[in-house]
């Protein structure tokens, strides 16, 4: 029957045929650790943390997923956790939880043993999660509709975990291990990457085993980048809203279950295609970054769908309202899962342990990461439970650990706020180039900043350049080629009226809105991304290309993305894209700051001098004198020389490449031109190597400039120019 809340209207059923429940069946009381379903020779061992149910069951259902074949009522209770062990059980079985317990949402519980859920430990799913209306524990259309109970079973309909066989041949696999500022970050779709790619097999196309195949792997080896950073591929949920929209969560930030691989991107279905891919990666020397979702769930607000969570343990997995019906919302999506809890926390962190562990990633980004550091009174610490618990960790403080340093809540911006051990997303960085390069007064010595590592940043943490991720473009926001074509968002296939998205992009179309046919604007267009790119290279910190940038990828204006699973966001890989000279450019910048220590040595260039009168960077005008105090506050000036000495590189590190580097920057809208600094140390001349006017010049030319001599500048261009190497 329906349950309803006192002094609630009667909700109306929706008719269904009558279901039997499955058979019951008896089993052994098991153990309580480890939390899920864990293969055994002889069957599978169920554990389920659920602090006020009253009984939990498995539910285990054919090979189809659709018919219900028996039900086991875990029998031990060890503290909050339910076991038991179920002989006969092998490999590929599906099932699902049923939660017995109160449905009093004013209350904060919302167990429904009408609904089949997840398994929060899950380690794979039988099929993708498309937002329906069976996913929802109340009856929909209601008024107070989250206080009822709707008694529909949903079994047939709902996803299936999976039992898993946690066997794999890793054939001694090891990641690369490349130290952190020595990384370059290639930040990409699964599915977007290669649904269109030339030379991978359909079957393949926009999955785990078509970024692992050659075409794409030959794409990231001439790129010359070290990791892939991949949005979100822990299972996810398209909301209802998209589906009715003929829409998808295309990236995937709203995750359902966070052990298992996203089935979508799987070419047979098998989970373990998931470490073929990172296998095959690290063969190929490239590191795998995961882009993680802790701080929210899929399931929405109190009137969001019911999947797991909210029907095992409601007011353990997530942060309520004092009137424990609504949540906590420091993400923007509905709900926040509340780190400060155990449960959450173990699972946190028993989730990140098996991706490192068992799928042998290398690091991880995390969405949102203020929201996991909250503390139990909802206030940003960086000593409380999250923070803590991953400083300890023997597994997880020996991967990459990489922040996006604010949520939505109060205090919630915290670039810079992190502790030792983790690099954040430079949100700042990504301000100050943009601003430079479209010409903002004032902002050379922000520019001169991000160059340097941003030391303003993360220097009183007591960390080194490397915690700064620098990034120019990222997924969330326009691609490079639409920052440099578009003035405003045009969001508008988003199904919102353009309401969504960010207003304030720091862009600049370069003349005209969108497309054009004009010559001067594409070239112009050409040279800025350029600008950005060369910028992004040459700063100290760990750089972060944006997939698709180096080939000019465009999202026609769209800053928001997030729902287009369609050409959208797919890669463009026709002739024209493939043969853009951007490629080829991009693909120097990365070889050059290989080439050259000094521009990724973990050092903050300061212009301090040493003993010996020696800079590590000394900042000139154009005409190759050092900069003034007055010239860096004039908010006219936007020319500047600076020169990065590599005797700073220890030689340890340098290598055969112990050359000083000279950067030539002009945001003005008139050529310029400079006279190269005579800098004590630099006697012999300069060659140059990047002419963003121009592009890369593999073979320097040589002779090349005296120092004195004189460089002009087109506008809005910079160069870089290299001495020989040093003793």
């Given at each position: 029957?329906?349950?309803?809340?006192?002094?609630?209207?009667?909700?109306?059923?929706?008719?269904?045929?009558?279901?039997?429940?499955?058979?019951?069946?008896?089993?052994?009381?098991?153990?309580?650790?480890?939390?899920?379903?864990?293969?055994?020779?002889?069957?599978?061992?169920?554990?389920?943390?659920?602090?006020?149910?009253?009984?939990?069951?498995?539910?285990?259902?054919?090979?189809?997923?659709?018919?219900?074949?028996?039900?086991?009522?875990?029998?031990?209770?060890?503290?909050?956790?339910?076991?038991?062990?179920?002989?006969?059980?092998?490999?590929?079985?599906?099932?699902?939880?049923?939660?017995?317990?109160?449905?009093?949402?004013?209350?904060?519980?919302?167990?429904?043993?009408?609904?089949?859920?997840l398994d929060p430990y899950a380690r794979a799913l039988d099929r993708p999660l498309r937002g329906a209306s069976w996913q929802y524990a109340y009856?929909?259309?209601?008024?107070?509709?989250?206080?009822?109970?709707?008694?529909?079973?949903?079994?047939?309909?709902?996803?299936?975990?999976?039992?898993?066989?946690?066997?794999?041949?890793?054939?001694?696999?090891?990641?690369?291990?490349?130290?952190?500022?020595?990384?370059?970050?290639?930040?990409?779709?699964?599915?977007?990457?290669?649904?269109?790619?030339?030379?991978?097999?359909?079957?393949?196309?926009?999955?785990?085993?078509?970024?692992?195949?050659?075409?794409?792997?030959?794409?990231?080896?001439?790129?010359?980048?070290?990791?892939?950073?991949?949005?979100?591929?822990?299972?996810?949920?398209?909301?209802?809203?998209?589906?009715?929209?003929?829409?998808?969560?295309?990236?995937?930030?709203?995750?359902?279950?966070?052990?298992?691989?996203?089935?979508?991107?799987?070419?047979?279905?098998?989970?373990?295609?998931?470490?073929?891919?990172?296998?095959?990666?690290?063969?190929?020397?490239?590191?795998?970054?995961?882009?993680?979702?802790?701080?929210?769930?899929?399931?929405?607000?109190?009137?969001?769908?019911?999947?797991?969570?909210?029907?095992?343990?409601?007011?353990?997995?997530?942060?309520?309202?004092?009137?424990?019906?609504?949540?906590?919302?420091?993400?923007?999506?509905?709900?926040?899962?509340?780190?400060?809890?155990?449960?959450?926390?173990?699972?946190?962190?028993?989730?990140?342990?098996?991706?490192?562990?068992?799928?042998?990633?290398?690091?991880?980004?995390?969405?949102?990461?203020?929201?996991?550091?909250?503390?139990?009174?909802?206030?940003?610490?960086?000593?409380?439970?999250?923070?803590?618990?991953?400083?300890?960790?023997?597994?997880?403080?020996?991967?990459?650990?990489?922040?996006?340093?604010?949520?939505?809540?109060?205090?919630?911006?915290?670039?810079?706020?992190?502790?030792?051990?983790?690099?954040?997303?430079?949100?700042?960085?990504?301000?100050?180039?943009?601003?430079?390069?479209?010409?903002?007064?004032?902002?050379?010595?922000?520019?001169?900043?991000?160059?340097?590592?941003?030391?303003?940043?993360?220097?009183?943490?007591?960390?080194?350049?490397?915690?700064?991720?620098?990034?120019?473009?990222?997924?969330?926001?326009?691609?490079?080629?639409?920052?440099?074509?578009?003035?405003?968002?045009?969001?508008?296939?988003?199904?919102?009226?353009?309401?969504?998205?960010?207003?304030?992009?720091?862009?600049?179309?370069?003349?005209?809105?969108?497309?054009?046919?004009?010559?001067?604007?594409?070239?112009?267009?050409?040279?800025?991304?350029?600008?950005?790119?060369?910028?992004?290279?040459?700063?100290?910190?760990?750089?972060?290309?944006?997939?698709?940038?180096?080939?000019?990828?465009?999202?026609?204006?769209?800053?928001?993305?997030?729902?287009?699973?369609?050409?959208?966001?797919?890669?463009?890989?026709?002739?024209?894209?493939?043969?853009?000279?951007?490629?080829?450019?991009?693909?120097?910048?990365?070889?050059?700051?290989?080439?050259?220590?000094?521009?990724?040595?973990?050092?903050?260039?300061?212009?301090?001098?040493?003993?010996?009168?020696?800079?590590?960077?000394?900042?000139?005008?154009?005409?190759?004198?050092?900069?003034?105090?007055?010239?860096?506050?004039?908010?006219?000036?936007?020319?500047?020389?600076?020169?990065?000495?590599?005797?700073?590189?220890?030689?340890?590190?340098?290598?055969?490449?112990?050359?000083?580097?000279?950067?030539?920057?002009?945001?003005?809208?008139?050529?310029?031109?400079?006279?190269?600094?005579?800098?004590?140390?630099?006697?012999?001349?300069?060659?140059?190597?990047?002419?963003?006017?121009?592009?890369?010049?593999?073979?320097?030319?040589?002779?090349?400039?005296?120092?004195?001599?004189?460089?002009?500048?087109?506008?809005?261009?910079?160069?870089?120019?290299?001495?020989?190497?040093?003793?």
């Amino acid at each position: 029957m329906t349950v309803r809340a006192a002094g609630q209207p009667r909700a109306r059923r929706t008719a269904l045929v009558p279901r039997q429940p499955a058979p019951a069946t008896a089993c052994a009381p098991g153990k309580p650790w480890p939390l899920g379903a864990t293969l055994r020779p002889d069957g599978v061992n169920f554990a389920v943390f659920a602090s006020a149910a009253a009984k939990v069951e498995v539910c285990l259902f054919d090979a189809t997923g659709s018919r219900e074949e028996r039900r086991v009522a875990l029998p031990g209770r060890t503290d909050d956790i339910w076991h038991g062990f179920v002989p006969g059980l092998a490999a590929g079985t599906r099932y699902g939880l049923r939660v017995h317990g109160p449905y009093e949402p004013g209350n904060g519980w919302r167990c429904n043993p009408h609904k089949l859920l997840l398994d929060p430990y899950a380690r794979a799913l039988d099929r993708p999660l498309r937002g329906a209306s069976w996913q929802y524990a109340y009856p929909l259309g209601q008024e107070q509709r989250d206080l009822l109970m709707d008694t529909t079973d949903n079994a047939a309909q709902a996803a299936k975990c999976l039992v898993v066989d946690p066997r794999f041949d890793w054939e001694g696999d090891r990641g690369p291990d490349i130290p952190m500022e020595h990384s370059v970050i290639y930040e990409v779709h699964v599915r977007g990457f290669t649904r269109r790619m030339p030379g991978v097999p359909e079957p393949l196309r926009g999955t785990f085993l078509g970024l692992a195949s050659e075409p794409a792997l030959a794409h990231l080896r001439n790129l010359g980048v070290t990791a892939v950073q991949l949005l979100p591929v822990q299972a996810f949920n398209d909301e209802r809203r998209l589906v009715d929209l003929g829409l998808a969560n295309y990236w995937g930030y709203n995750t359902a279950a966070f052990f298992a691989p996203e089935p979508r991107y799987l070419a047979a279905g098998d989970p373990n295609e998931f470490r073929q891919m990172v296998k095959t990666l690290h063969a190929h020397g490239l590191e795998v970054i995961l882009d993680v979702v802790y701080n929210h769930s899929c399931e929405g607000n109190h009137l969001g769908p019911t999947l797991s969570f909210k029907g095992i343990d409601n007011p353990a997995y997530y942060r309520l309202t004092e009137d424990q019906r609504h949540y906590l919302d420091f993400t923007g999506t509905g709900n926040t899962l509340d780190t400060s809890h155990p449960a959450m926390l173990r699972l946190v962190m028993d989730s990140l342990r098996h991706w490192v562990e068992e799928m042998h990633v290398d690091g991880f980004r995390f969405d949102l990461a203020p929201a996991l550091a909250r503390n139990g009174h909802g206030g940003f610490d960086p000593r409380g439970p999250f923070l803590s618990a991953m400083a300890q960790d023997p597994v997880l403080r020996r991967v990459k650990l990489i922040a996006e340093p604010w949520d939505l809540g109060d205090h919630g911006y915290q670039v810079g706020g992190f502790p030792a051990g983790w690099s954040e997303w430079n949100g700042p960085y990504r301000d100050r180039v943009r601003d430079y390069w479209r010409g903002v007064e004032g902002s050379l010595g922000d520019l001169a900043a991000a160059l340097c590592g941003s030391a303003d940043l993360y220097g009183p943490s007591r960390r080194s350049p490397r915690a700064s991720v620098n990034l120019v473009t990222v997924h969330d926001g326009f691609t490079l080629q639409d920052l440099v074509s578009y003035n405003d968002k045009h969001n508008e296939a988003n199904g919102e009226g353009n309401r969504d998205g960010e207003s304030h992009n720091r862009s600049w179309n370069c003349g005209v809105e969108g497309p054009t046919d004009d010559p001067a604007i594409l070239a112009f267009r050409e040279r800025q991304k350029r600008n950005f790119l060369t910028t992004l290279f040459c700063s100290r910190g760990v750089p972060l290309l944006l997939g698709g940038d180096e080939m000019g990828r465009t999202q026609g204006g769209n800053n928001n993305a997030y729902c287009q699973d369609n050409a959208t966001s797919w890669f463009d890989w026709s002739p024209a894209r493939r043969g853009d000279p951007l490629l080829p450019f991009t693909q120097s910048l990365v070889r050059l700051r290989r080439e050259l220590p000094v521009l990724r040595h973990d050092a903050w260039l300061t212009g301090t001098p040493d003993a010996d009168g020696r800079r590590d960077i000394t900042w000139y005008s154009v005409w190759g004198l050092e900069m003034t105090a007055e010239e860096w506050t004039n908010p006219a000036v936007r020319c500047v020389a600076a020169v990065l000495d590599a005797r700073f590189v220890p030689a340890a590190a340098a290598g055969q490449g112990r050359r000083s580097v000279l950067l030539v920057f002009n945001a003005t809208g008139e050529d310029a031109t400079f006279t190269l600094p005579v800098a004590a140390g630099h006697p012999g001349e300069w060659l140059l190597r990047i002419a963003t006017d121009q592009g890369s010049i593999e073979e320097p030319r040589s002779p090349g400039y005296a120092p004195g001599a004189r460089l002009r500048l087109p506008p809005h261009s910079m160069a870089l120019l290299t001495q020989q190497p040093q003793e």
